[in-house]
Each structure stands twice: as structure tokens, then as C-alpha cells.
């Protein structure tokens, strides 16, 4: 892997460092729940990894919320999120075992620290009424199922522990950078 990034305004008489604080990985998960969409006792807790997510109300809508588009099942979701949300690939299989991709969309807070991604999901309403929160899109399932299992089958994990910084200088000998832990 190679990185590459142009610093401003660094010391010229003083030591400066690079730190990592973590990094996110893609893992498989397999984590599930299954439930009755027309009969759940909403919201269905999701928790996996250190993400804590609450399935809102299932319900049929137009793709993107265009009348012109096809229908789809959506799920408004709030939550914390440890890790990483965006390329994150859940299925959903029906009662008969059919499978449909899930799609996350939507607004969602960014508040990353040292122990986590820091992503929360919360609903977000407006004086006209519109809601901008986060959902899940289970695409082409234009139906309330009888039976629905929901899962996440890979998600970008956070590790936080990487406690290291890199010591950024010249060295007149041959320009190489020292690695020292923290």
C-alpha cells in the first residue's frame, strides 16, 4: 500500500509526528435477526461488533422515493456504528428463501474518535415533514414478507489499537523515517 499526502506549514525547527490512530479493515460478519415485518415488535435490536442498530417500522416505498421507480422495502435505522458504515453489504431472504441486497441511504452524524469510527444514526425530521435519517433499502422486495431474516454479511471493522507514530524528519544520510511506538 502506498500512501501519499502533501503537509504545509510543518516546524522546521522542531520534531513533528504522524499518528495512527486506527484503521478499517473489511471482515465477513454473518450476523442475522429474523422476524415477522407485519407482526415485529419494532424497533428489532442489531447488535454485532460493537454496532448497536434498531430496525425502525418496515415499510413499502418507490425506489429513492421516486413514484416513477420501483417499489422496495425500506427500514429507517438510528443507532451507533463502531465501525464503518459505508461499505458495509447486507442481504435480506424472505420466507422463501429469496435473497435481496440491501442498500443504506440516507443522512448520518460523524463523531470518529481513537475508540471508533463514531458514526450515529439518529431520525432526522423537517418542518415539511420529510425525513432525512438513515435507511435500509432492500431492493426489488416490493412486498411485506411473512418471515424476513436480515443480515449483515460484511462490515468495515475499526481497530483502534495500533498504538503508533511515525517520527517524520530527514535524516541527512539517506532521507529515510524513523518508526517509534507511542
Do not use: C
Not at 422476524?35 to 418507490?62: K, Q, T, V, W
Not at 429513492?64 to 443507532?79: I, N, S
Not at 422463501?96 to 474518535?113: E, I, S
Request: hydrophobic share 30%.
Amino acid at each position: 500500500m502506498h500512501w501519499s499526502y502533501t503537509f504545509s506549514q510543518l516546524p522546521v525547527d522542531k520534531p513533528y509526528y504522524l499518528v495512527i490512530d486506527g484503521y478499517l479493515v473489511k471482515e465477513r460478519d454473518g450476523h442475522q435477526v429474523t422476524f415477522d415485518p407485519a407482526h415485529a415488535d419494532y424497533p428489532i435490536h442489531f447488535d454485532s461488533m460493537g454496532d448497536y442498530l434498531e430496525l425502525g417500522a418496515y415499510r413499502i416505498n418507490h425506489e429513492g422515493d421516486d413514484p416513477a421507480r420501483p417499489l422496495e422495502g425500506t427500514f429507517p435505522v438510528t443507532g451507533t456504528v463502531r465501525n464503518g458504515l459505508g461499505d458495509d453489504e447486507y442481504i435480506a431472504v424472505d420466507e422463501q428463501g429469496r435473497r435481496y441486497k440491501v442498500n443504506g441511504r440516507g443522512a448520518y452524524t460523524l463523531m470518529p474518535d481513537s475508540h471508533s469510527a463514531g458514526i450515529v444514526l439518529s431520525e432526522v425530521a423537517y418542518e415539511d415533514d420529510s425525513d432525512m435519517g438513515y435507511e435500509l433499502r432492500v431492493q426489488e422486495l416490493d412486498r411485506v414478507p411473512e418471515q424476513l431474516t436480515f443480515i449483515r454479511a460484511k462490515t468495515m471493522r475499526w481497530y483502534g489499537n495500533t498504538d503508533a507514530k511515525i517520527k517524520i524528519q530527514e535524516l541527512k544520510s539517506k532521507g529515510e523515517n524513523r518508526l517509534e511506538k507511542k
